[in-house]
């Protein structure tokens, strides 16, 4: 298979910028200034927002 059959893509990256009420992972709050890698079926939090992360 040729490499341009394929695509390579990297990891999804959320950073909590230090925010009053936190970013959440799966119900985990992230620890600020750092970034967590999302990964596919991960639930996140943000403010009263939720959000899963898929692939499509």
């Not at 040729?2 to 009053?20: A, C, E, G, R």
């Not at 890698?37 to 639930?43: F, P, R, Y």
């Amino acid at each position: 298979m040729k490499p341009s059959h394929h695509l390579y893509t990297h990891p999804f990256y959320i950073t909590d910028l230090d925010s009053t009420n936190g970013t959440y992972i799966n119900g985990e709050r992230l620890v600020a200034n750092t970034p967590t890698n999302l990964n596919v079926g991960d639930e996140l939090t943000i403010a009263n927002a939720q959000f899963k992360y898929r692939r499509i």
